[in-house]
Nanobody
Framework: QVHLVESGGGSVQAGGSLRLSCAASGNTYSAYYMGWFRQAPGKEREGVATISTGGDTTYYADSVKGRFTISRDNAKNMLYLQMDSLKPEDTAMYYC????????????????WGQGTQVTVSS
């Protein structure tokens, strides 16, 4: 089991950057595939980025490809999402999630979720 806590959200103008962090508890963090998801008001939850257990393979939603970078530090039990060139449509609650079975950007494969951190991008 893993407990996840996100941080780093905030308000930023379009074109700006934010770095989200996710701290994981437990000594099996490196065994989990990890991902970032987001949900805007009135919209379905969307997979943003995901990373393999060793950090060598990543996938991104088309909407963020080239602007967002997911990374992890297994020694520190940390997951990150570097978000550059932010757009107003990136405004959402962002969640980190972990799972044993990699379903890439399908949230159904992720068993553990953080409480979320809000990102607001103004035009």
């Amino acid at each position: 089991q893993v407990h996840l806590v996100e941080s780093g959200g905030g308000s930023v103008q379009a074109g700006g950057s934010l770095r989200l962090s996710c701290a994981a508890s437990g000594n099996t963090y490196s065994a989990y595939y990890m991902g970032w998801f987001r949900q805007a008001p009135g919209k379905e939850r969307e997979g943003v980025a995901t990373i393999s257990t060793g950090g060598d393979t990543t996938y991104y939603a088309d909407s963020v490809k080239g602007r967002f970078t997911i990374s992890r530090d297994n020694a520190k039990n940390m997951l990150y999402l570097q978000m550059d060139s932010l757009k107003p449509e990136d405004t959402a609650m962002y969640y980190c999630a972990g799972g044993r079975w990699w379903t890439i950007l399908d949230s159904r494969g992720y068993s553990y979720w953080g409480q979320g951190t809000q990102v607001t991008v103004s035009s």
